[in-house]
């Protein structure tokens, strides 16, 4: 059965669609939807991300197409537009669709979204990898065998770096701003944290104010232009959660003549970020790797369900954990456009553990 390979829209009445879904288990859920009989062909490919106008989640899907791609697979992508219901409704939706005959890599829109993602997928047999975002008592080994890993990247260690970056930028002293994710987001939360520890270690350098930009670029042009004016030359230096807040702050210092007069800095190695980086408008930013999120979830997911390895087998530290991170400044930012940026490497899809880093603390 071909799908689209865009974007997978359910064509359902949603409040029809959330009335039958407790029934999804029991595998009575019908809404007219063509089920996929599971046979000896291959599980559909899936991926679940908030948006494709964010630059980050826009590299995964590359790296997820690319996967599908070398495997000869089809691939769907879902977006969640921010919205948690719409998010997990569409999955619920195609798990009905593909009766279970899929694999899913999703980035769950909030933290609470994870819960009733996992469940579902363990319910219908589905293979699940989920990224940054579940409740601290949500463990994959709770849900065996589908619930195959939760991967995060440490942003609190993240969150502390680029801080200190700036303020090693700013000299030392004076104040600067910062604008964090969407607050339950439990990546803005670390990385704020990491934030604040590193501004404890720096009694010269003064938080001038603090708000959400919910991860939005634009959010976080109308709130710089609004600091600029509030504040003018007492902003020495801009705090961003993610490169796409980070672009955007950097877009309103262009707009009034001071970029690179005010160093910016970010979290997620866009490619707006890195040049900006090269052209000394920004200090650093750290990369996760969007393009290898988007294929290693899936092979994962693949691999399990083709019997290549039992999750439930694999120690906690593969289960759920800390990938590695790209740390990027004005000494190594030559070499990482050279071999990341626009030109992905080749990567080893079946080795799904080469990137762990540390096991995930919750505090």
């Known amino acids: 059965m071909a799908y689209d390979h865009t974007l997978f829209r359910a064509a359902v009445d949603r409040r029809r669609f959330l009335a039958g879904s407790a029934a999804l288990g029991a595998g009575v859920l019908t809404m007219g939807i063509p089920r996929l009989a599971r046979a000896d062909s ?24 690319a996967f599908a791609k070398q495997m000869g697979l089809e691939h769907v992508t879902l977006v969640t ?4 219901e719409k998010g997990i409704s569409d999955i619920n939706a195609m798990i009905a669709k593909t009766n279970g005959h899929m694999v899913l890599n999703v980035d769950p829109n909030n933290t609470p979204d994870a819960r009733p ?11 699940v990898v989920t ?8 463990h994959p080994w709770d849900f065996n065998p589908h619930y195959i890993s939760h991967i995060e990247f440490d942003g609190t260690s993240s969150g502390a770096y680029i801080a200190e ?19 339950s987001d439990s ?24 708000q959400t930009g919910e991860w939005q670029s634009q959010k976080a042009f109308d709130i710089t232009s609004s600091w600029l004016t509030r504040f ?25 003549g001071l970029a690179g007069q005010i160093p910016v800095v970010g979290i997620d190695g866009i490619k707006a970020a890195v040049e900006a980086v090269k052209a000394g408008e920004f200090a650093c930013t750290v990369s996760s790797d969007p393009y290898w999120q988007g294929g290693i979830g899936l092979s994962m997911g693949l691999e399990a369900a083709q019997g290549k390895f039992d999750p439930s087998k694999e120690p906690k530290l593969h289960r759920e954990f800390n990938a590695s991170t790209v740390k990027i400044t004005s000494a190594n930012v030559d070499a990482y456009i050279k071999t990341q940026v626009d030109t992905h490497p080749q990567i080893d899809w079946t080795n799904l553990w080469d990137r762990v880093a540390s096991p995930i603390t919750y505090s």
């Open 187 to 210: 990546a803005s939360i670390d990385r704020r944290r990491g934030m604040l520890a590193a501004l404890k270690k720096n009694p010269k350098i003064t938080l001038l104010d603090w």
């Open 232 to 256: 003018g030359p007492k902003i020495k230096g801009i705090w961003a959660a993610n490169d796409d807040m980070g672009t955007g702050a950097l877009e309103a210092l262009r707009s009034q």
């Open 42 to 65: 291959p599980p559909l490919l899936v991926t679940s991300i908030r948006s494709l106008s964010n630059p980050y989640h826009a590299v995964w899907k590359v790296g997820a197409d």
């Open 81 to 84: 537009e921010g919205n948690s």
């Open 117 to 127: 993602i996992v469940e579902a997928c363990a319910k219908a047999g589905v293979f």
């Open 165 to 183: 970056e700036l303020f090693k930028a700013m000299g030392g002293t004076g104040g600067f701003v910062a604008i964090g994710g969407i607050i």
């Open 131 to 138: 990224w940054w975002n579940k409740p601290a008592d949500l």
